[in-house]
């Protein structure tokens, strides 16, 4: 069985997406044109690309259609609450950041915690005989972490639309919304509270746990895991050649650098981009190179699947 990658089919995530693995070598290929729904990696076999929206991508990983995907961890969460025996968050991408929290209007003035707003709650109900409402696409986020602030004086109103205008046209008296810059939601006379970031969301490379593992799909996990590992680890270091004494051992200790290849007293350091002078105060002359891959230390990426996989498989 081929591995099924999924990957947002537009916007700006898909953008970010296809770049992520572009940089890694990998180019996606659409299929019939800009309007397919499949598409091809170039650079690795025995992976089919699906190309859906990202709350596609979120419920396929949920149900096993897929065995990995590109999507936010806010929609996630959203469909997976018991993330881990259904999901594994296999690697954070580094793109795709906003935050899910609590907004209430600007001209609550009294209002700025969670406290604030059970008290706002209580009030609403005794004086309206009726619940205070939020309007969210997150109802299970929002349930979650209304229950674990304490409040229950409250009503879910499901948005289908834009969520920061539901206070504006009267259908609910707050939001729970995802939000980047805060722009939009102070464009609609709205203001987050001080302890209501239910998520700090990014782009994850997920894994479904409920997907057929057969033998050719862990393969080709393991290569591209591997490729993207050893990608990231090369954009966060430099390789250092240089030739050291007797004394090897402990400067490379105090350097805080990893030994790649040694002969004859000529070593290649693999070190962290922070750590260069560092290193280089300690470690004496060295050459300085920058490198596409490197490939160290096992496929810790593949091993995190692996064992998320081997979790929920083992019996109870």
């Keep these: 069985m081929a591995l099924t990658l999924a990957i947002p089919s537009k916007g700006r995530l898909q953008e970010q997406a296809a770049a992520f693995f572009a940089d890694a070598g990998l180019a996606l290929k659409q299929a019939a044109g800009a309007r397919g729904y499949r598409a091809t990696m170039d650079g690795l076999g025995g992976i089919d690309v699906m190309l859906l929206s990202a709350s596609e991508i979120a419920a396929a990983l949920l149900a096993g259609d897929v065995h990995l995907g590109v999507t936010g961890e806010d929609l996630i969460r959203e469909v997976a609450p018991e993330l881990t025996a259904r999901i594994a968050l296999v690697h954070p991408l580094g793109f795709g950041f906003a935050n899910v929290v609590v907004a209430v209007p600007q001209a609550w003035i009294d209002v700025s915690t969670m406290a604030d707003l059970d008290d706002v709650c209580a009030a609403f109900a005794h004086r309206h005989r009726r619940r205070l409402r939020i309007a969210t696409k997150y109802v299970h986020l929002t349930r979650?972490?209304?229950a674990h602030a304490g409040i229950s004086d409250y009503r879910i109103v499901e948005s289908a639309g834009a969520t920061e205008g539901a206070p504006t046209a009267g259908t609910a008296e707050a939001i729970v919304d995802i939000t980047t810059t805060g722009t939009t939601l102070a464009a609609n006379?709205?203001?987050t509270l001080d302890d209501g970031t239910i998520l700090k969301s990014q782009a994850q490379l997920a894994a479904s746990l409920t997907a057929d593992w057969d033998d050719a799909a862990r393969a080709s996990a393991q290569a591209l895991l591997a490729?993207?590992?050893a990608r990231e680890r090369a954009k966060a270091s430099h390789v250092l050649r240089l030739r050291l004494g007797?004394?090897?051992?402990?400067?490379?200790a105090r350097a805080g650098v990893s030994v790649l290849s040694r002969a004859d007293g000529e070593y290649a350091l693999l070190c962290p981009r922070p750590r260069l002078m560092q290193a280089i105060a300690v470690l004496g002359d060295a050459t300085v190179h920058d490198v596409d891959y490197v490939f160290e230390g096992g496929?810790?990426?593949?091993?995190?699947?692996a064992g998320a996989i081997a979790a929920k498989s083992a019996p109870p």
């Design 144 to 146: 979650a972490f209304f």
């Design 189 to 191: 006379g709205l203001k």
């Design 227 to 229: 490729r993207l590992g």
């Design 246 to 252: 007797s004394d090897a051992d402990e400067k490379i």
């Design 299 to 305: 496929n810790p990426l593949y091993a995190r699947l």
